[in-house]
């Protein structure tokens, strides 16, 4: 007699004492269990096919339960971990019961996302005990608050904040006693937050929800981009008595999309400029063929100077056309096992034979020993860090401090940074000042600081720029250890 494994497995899934909810990636439900059909009290063509935030909560207007679930389920899919929730349900006789969920995300073989498994066991006679309830809806409160990428806060009719969790804390940099009872618009950038707020308040009033993308004020008066959902809040009969805000901080999402996309301009303008490169190069050599050429006839003496004047112009436009291709090619690296520090050291004494302005400048470096070493090509770092030091000069025309500083950065990468005491960059600059030919000097080409992305991404490494006007610039770069 033989065995049918699968069969076993059905069975003991659909019989067992637990709920069991398997999602898609849409968080549509796929599978469910018996458990899941007796608490819920909805049949089987009510559950499959449909958003389990719905099968779970049914059309009632829990909005802060269905936040918080959903915002502990994109926690455990973005980061790829089983994550522990409690949750109270309400039952078909609208008797609430107390779950105990374990979220776990399903991965394929290329650790892709392709839905979660939801199990939850009703601990409601374990805490029957206790006013499980009131005491359950406030540890979710605290959990959602928590959350580093989250901060949820509460506001009245009126606009006046009530509730603001500890997520809030660390988002807006305002403790809860400073912020209680302040209108909502001290977070909302006050100039355009008057219509704006409205606009987000009437179209909650009117759909029950509000979700967009938008830049929020911190107490130090530095905006943060935030995916923001506004829900109803409703009293104990149902009726409206306030707003519920759920930020989530997508500064790094926007981050990592600004590279992506710098990343595509780049390639394609070293396409270009590659093109262009070959092309200049072809009439150049002969005119210097023409000039050498001049050069050995008997001229006139200001002839003489001006073909010569043509020569210096020619040659230096080899010197750009030459950059220009370094800035296209797709150099061959020639990695080897490197102490960072060591390869600073070597850098430096090469910034003297750059003709540097003749100012006074101190260099202080402050190097953590004994780091792991990271596979690099020498050559190249060097070329970065030198291209830094010289720019750090350049930067200080009066004189000033360069600061190298290197670091372990939590046992992962080598940290580098590379400050001045320059007059600093103004932030609109910030977003080109990576691409090739864009310049903030005179006699600049605009091509160094963008070899040097080049050059740091070709090493799986990152490079960031910090600077504020009539401080200076620090230029942080990241190599990963070996």
Request: charged share 25%; proline share 4%; net charge neutral.
């Amino acid at each position: 007699m033989s065995i049918d494994t699968n069969e076993i497995i059905s069975r003991s899934i659909q019989d067992t004492g637990i709920l069991m909810l398997y999602l898609d990636q849409k968080g549509n439900v796929v599978l469910c269990n018996k458990k899941t059909h007796s608490l819920t009290g909805l049949k089987l063509n009510q559950i499959i096919g449909k958003d389990w935030l719905k099968v779970l909560f049914g059309e009632k207007d829990n909005a802060i339960k269905r936040e918080m679930f959903k915002a502990v389920l994109d926690d455990a899919l973005t980061y790829k971990r089983s994550k522990d929730f409690e949750c109270s349900l309400s039952g078909p006789q609208d008797k609430p019961r107390l779950i105990s969920w374990n979220i776990t995300p399903i991965l394929d073989k290329n650790d892709r996302v392709q839905g979660s498994v939801l199990f939850g066991q009703d601990i409601t006679e374990i805490q029957e005990r206790k006013d499980s309830i009131r005491n359950i809806d406030d540890s979710l409160k605290n959990i959602i608050s928590s959350i580093n990428e989250y901060a949820l806060y509460v506001i009245n009719l009126d606009g006046l904040i009530n509730y603001f969790g500890m997520g809030c804390e660390k988002m807006f940099g305002y403790r809860r006693p400073e912020i209680i009872f302040k209108h909502v618009s001290i977070l909302h950038n006050m100039e355009p937050a008057g219509s704006e707020l409205n606009l987000i308040l009437e179209r909650v009033r009117l759909f029950g929800k509000h979700e967009a993308e938008i830049d929020l004020l911190t107490k130090k008066g530095d905006l943060i981009p935030v995916r923001l959902t506004v829900n109803r809040f409703l009293d104990a009969q149902g009726k409206l008595s306030g707003y519920i805000f759920i930020a989530k901080d997508i500064t790094e999402t926007k981050k990592l999309e600004y590279q992506v996309f710098q990343a595509e301009k780049l390639a394609a303008l070293g396409q270009l400029s590659a093109g262009m490169a070959h092309e200049i190069n072809n009439p150049l050599f002969v005119i210097s063929g023409r000039l050498e050429m001049l050069k050995r006839e008997n001229l006139d003496p200001k002839l003489k100077d001006t073909v010569g004047l043509i020569d210096t112009q020619v040659q230096r436009i080899h010197r750009l056309v030459d950059r220009i291709l370094r800035f296209a090619r797709k150099t061959t690296l020639v990695p080897e096992p490197l102490d960072i520090n060591e390869v600073l050291d070597a850098a430096l004494p090469l910034a003297y034979y750059n003709q540097l302005p003749e100012i006074r400048v101190e260099i202080e470096k402050s190097f953590e020993k004994d780091m792991p070493k990271v596979m690099a090509d020498s050559n190249q770092l060097q070329e970065v860090f030198l291209n830094m030091i010289i720019n750090a000069y350049q930067a200080m025309p009066e004189g000033g401090k360069i600061k190298i500083v290197t670091r372990n950065f939590q046992n992962l990468f080598a940290q580098i940074q590379i400050s001045d005491t320059g007059a600093g960059i103004p932030a609109a600059d910030f977003k080109n000042i990576f691409m090739p030919f864009y310049s903030t000097k005179n006699e600049g080409t605009g091509l160094g600081l963008s070899i040097c992305h080049n050059i740091i991404k070709s090493h799986n490494g990152t490079i960031e720029l910090e600077s504020i006007i009539g401080q200076g610039t620090t230029f942080t770069i990241k190599l990963p250890f070996i």
